[in-house]
């Protein structure tokens, strides 16, 4: 490993040059520069490791200079140099992001210890942004193993169990058509636990702020409703929309916005008594639009209320557990909407129905 580097900023060039000597020893390369501008001028043209700033500078004090080197490189470990009578101002300058401080004058050995818990400072967040990034890269080829290791497979079974079913590949007896009925709808859940499991993954917060236009929420909604009206009419269920003509537009990514849209109604129709109805309303409150899906199903009991949003929850209710669920989608809900800027809210009753409301900032 390289030895790490320091940058010296002191008018004093005394100061300098004895933080020189004494960092030196430890086999710690050393620059020096005289005033906040030299020594900006230095770390952008080659990064350190750690800066001591002098906090009492004529041209340009170490409050200003720690902000402006954090402000070009964040990960930088910076270290005040102030004098007795500044502590106040030492933790003002903690506040702008210095790591620590040194008062004046100091001793060799106060120096050093210093410096080497701002250097494993320093090694220590390097650590631990290699593993967040090899965590971030573990996810993304768990991701695509499972796109096409897994799902392409279990689709192809899933078809070849249907044409079993539709008779092609010959005549089945009533016991093996009942076998094959129970296979292919454990691999239906299964294939809804992938597909939800990456799209959980696949929600990136910084993404989805790049992909956020201005829509109308109809819009949103329509398509939403399109994929969903089959299950709606198998359950007797009534679908009934209120959107205001002169509703503002809604700033979302449009793709993931229907996504969480439909997972919020396939819910209503899924939870949902027999013949039920769903109403699904927007409006403006509080500078938000807001879209509720109001059901009129089992509701959900206020003890599990906090935990509905957590992921693989599902209610141990058994009208609930009749149905087919991962219990991620409410997470995945939540995750697109945070990923907006916006927010989910419940309400419920038991054995009355349900109402959620989805947050959103207006275009
Ligand atoms: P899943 O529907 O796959 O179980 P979700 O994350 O979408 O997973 O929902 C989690 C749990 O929240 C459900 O299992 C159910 O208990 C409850 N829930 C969600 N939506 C409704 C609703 N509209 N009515 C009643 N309960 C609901």
């Known amino acids: 490993m390289d030895p790490p580097k320091i940058l010296v900023i002191d008018d004093e060039e005394i100061a300098r040059i004895s933080c020189e000597r004494v960092l030196k020893r430890e086999g710690i390369r050393v620059t020096l520069a005289s005033g906040g501008r030299e020594g900006l001028d230095v770390l952008m043209r080659d990064p350190h490791d750690l800066v001591l700033v002098d906090l009492k500078m004529p041209e340009m004090d170490g409050m200003e200079v720690t902000r402006r080197i954090r402000a070009l490189d964040p990960n930088i470990v910076a270290i005040i140099i102030t004098g007795y009578a500044t502590i106040e101002s030492a933790v003002a300058v903690m506040k702008e992001g210095a790591y620590d401080y040194l008062p004046k004058p100091f001793t060799p050995d106060e120096l050093l210890i210093v410096v080497r818990r701002g250097l494993e400072k320093r090694r220590l967040d390097r650590e631990s942004r290699a593993l967040r990034e090899e965590k971030e890269a573990m996810e993304r080829n768990f991701i695509t193993m499972v796109t096409h290791q897994l799902r392409s497979p279990l689709a192809a079974i899933y078809q070849y169990l249907e044409v079993l079913l539709s008779d092609l590949g010959g005549e089945l007896g009533e016991m093996q058509r009942e076998m094959i009925e129970r296979a292919r709808e454990?691999?239906?859940?299964?294939?809804?636990?992938?597909?939800?499991?990456?799209?959980?993954?696949?929600?990136?917060?910084g993404e989805i702020v790049d992909r956020l236009r201005a829509v109308a929420l109809r819009t949103c909604v329509d398509a939403a409703l399109a994929g969903l009206e089959l299950s709606a009419r198998e359950r007797g269920v009534s679908v009934?929309?209120?959107?205001?003509?002169?509703?503002?537009?809604?700033?979302?990514d449009p793709e993931s916005f229907r996504e969480a849209l439909s997972n919020v109604i396939s819910n209503a129709v899924k939870y949902n008594r027999e013949g039920g109805r769903i109403w699904i309303r927007a409006m403006e409150r509080d500078g938000w639009v807001v879209v509720e899906v109001e059901d009129t199903g089992y509701g959900i009991r206020e003890a599990e209320i906090p935990f509905i949003f957590e992921q693989f929850y599902r209610s141990k209710a058994s009208e609930i557990r009749r149905q087919q669920g991962t219990g991620l989608g409410l997470s995945i809900i939540r995750k697109i909407l945070q990923a907006h800027g916006g927010?989910?809210?419940?309400?419920?009753?038991?054995?009355?129905?349900?109402?959620?409301?989805?947050?959103?900032?207006?275009?």
């Open 343 to 363: 927010k989910v809210e419940v309400r419920s009753e038991l054995g009355k129905g349900t109402t959620f409301s989805l947050f959103i900032n207006k275009a």
């Open 186 to 205: 454990r691999l239906e859940g299964l294939l809804e636990l992938i597909n939800d499991w990456l799209d959980m993954s696949r929600i990136r917060a």
């Open 240 to 252: 009934s929309t209120a959107i205001p003509p002169d509703l503002p537009e809604v700033m979302v």
